[in-house]
């Protein structure tokens, strides 16, 4: 599956953004998703996942309340909607896909992954 994340951008801190994840190729409803970011100089980390039926969701404790991963598998589209954003949250965010059917935040299970997308939140 080839994933196409974008909707990053600069933003005032306590602002909103949408980012989306537009997928193609294979079956999108048969992965499971999730949403990584990575900030300079440190390691990416897990942001959310989602089932492939968007019925089960797993958060970063760092982002749990303020951003919200959906899917819509008719239009194979990933989001993430962030709101109340913190100068922390600044990061390229990824989407990635997980060919296997338990959700989970653990990077080494996701095969497929996007380009990224910059998100920078200013104080």
């Known amino acids: 599956v080839q994933l196409q994340a974008s909707g990053g951008g600069l933003v005032q801190a306590g602002g909103s953004l949408r980012l989306s994840c537009a997928a193609s190729?294979?079956?999108?409803?048969?992965?499971?998703m999730g949403w990584f970011r990575q900030a300079p100089g440190k390691e990416r980390e897990s942001v959310a996942a989602?089932?492939?039926?968007?019925?089960?969701?797993n958060y970063a404790d760092s982002v749990k309340g303020r951003f919200t991963i959906s899917r819509d598998n008719a239009k194979n589209t990933l989001y993430l909607q962030m709101n109340s954003l913190k100068p922390e949250d600044t990061a390229v965010y990824y989407c990635?896909?997980?060919?296997?059917?338990?959700?989970?935040?653990?990077?080494?299970?996701?095969?497929?992954w996007g380009q990224g997308t910059q998100v920078t939140v200013s104080s």
């Open positions: 990635a896909a997980d060919r296997n059917t338990v959700v989970t935040r653990n990077i080494r299970y996701y095969d497929y």
């Open positions: 989602i089932s492939w039926s968007g019925s089960n969701t």
């Open positions: 190729g294979r079956t999108f409803s048969n992965y499971v």
